[in-house]
Nanobody, 125 residues
Framework: QVQLVESGGGLVQAGGSLRLSCAASGGTFSAYAMAWFRQAPGKEREFVSAISWSGQNTVYADSVKGRFTSSRDQAKNTVALQMSNLKPEDTAVYYC??????????????????WGQGTQVTVSS
């Protein structure tokens, strides 16, 4: 099973940018679709974005479409989430997840068997 470690979270003002990274180890990275989910205080964890095993297909939640971009580096076994024009409602713990799937990326969290420990993103108004 692949292991995942997120990094890059922090505190940023509204309108600012952050780049999250997720490093994968212990598995064949290219066999996995990768996704980002987030959980705000008092709320359920929700889907943010997903990228296919090849990087050719991406899916975004409507709330982040046009502001967030997901990418992956197969050589470095990493996936990134570039977040721009951040809003206070983007404040959450962001989780990286892996789905052993070589089809189109899926959005249901139950499809993802491996999870990172999460990284905090706080957007101040």
């Amino acid at each position: 099973q692949v292991q995942l470690v997120e990094s890059g979270g922090g505190l940023v003002q509204a309108g600012g940018s952050l780049r999250l990274s997720c490093a994968a180890s212990g598995g064949t990275f290219s066999a996995y679709a990768m996704a980002w989910f987030r959980q705000a205080p008092g709320k359920e964890r929700e889907f943010v974005s997903a990228i296919s095993w090849s990087g050719q297909n991406t899916v975004y939640a409507d709330s982040v479409k046009g502001r967030f971009t997901s990418s992956r580096d197969q050589a470095k076994n990493t996936v990134a989430l570039q977040m721009s024009n951040l809003k206070p409602e983007d404040t959450a713990v962001y989780y990286c997840a892996a789905d052993r799937n070589q089809g189109r990326p899926r959005v249901g969290q139950n499809e993802y068997a491996a999870w990172g420990q999460g990284t905090q993103v706080t957007v101040s108004s």
